[in-house]
Each structure stands twice: as C-alpha cells, then as structure tokens.
C-alpha cells in the first residue's frame, strides 16, 4: 500500500474551512480514481507537549507509490490539488510514501 498524508495548518476561520472541506473538498477528492481508503483526524491533533499547531490530517490510501501518481496526474487528482488553494490559505503539506505493517 501507499499512503497520501495532508497536513493543515490552523486555519484563521476553523469553522469556515471545516465548512468548505467537508462540502466541497472531501467529495471532489473521493472521485480521485485508485482512492481505497481516506480518513482524517476528528478533533485536536495532539502533540507531546499538548495541542500540536496542526489543525487536521488526511490520510489517503491507494495500492502503490504508482497509483497515487496516476491519481495525482488525472483530471480528478489535478481538481483536488487545484481546490487547495480554495481553503487551505494557512497552508498545506502533502507527502506520499509507501507503507507497510510492522
């Protein structure tokens, strides 16, 4: 498996990004093709030292480093990745790598 990971900054207005992503964005990108799984975290995101700067964090999970490459390259994937700068103004990391149970 290969995993997608999102990472979004605190947004300036929580309410209106929570708004935005779950209406418009988490929709458009389940029509990424290859998508198997997505999952985010629900609520604070947690640090060591308590709460972590990081306001939420996507998980998308497709078959291989491949597939998140031919997602990424469709008109779909392409959309997603436009869409960001709809919402994500505090910013956004987004890193892939495969993965594997230990």
Known sequence: MAK???I???PKD???????YFSKHVPLAKTIPGLKSY???RGDVMGMAGKHGVYLVAVLEFE????I???MASSQGQATAA???NFASAGVDVMMGETRLV
């Open 4 to 6: 997608l990971f999102a």
């Open 8 to 10: 979004y900054q605190q």
């Open 14 to 20: 929580p309410a209106a990004f929570d708004s935005y």
């Open 39 to 41: 999952e985010v975290t």
């Open 64 to 67: 291989s480093m491949e597939a």
């Open 69 to 71: 490459g031919a997602a």
């Open 83 to 85: 869409d960001l700068a």
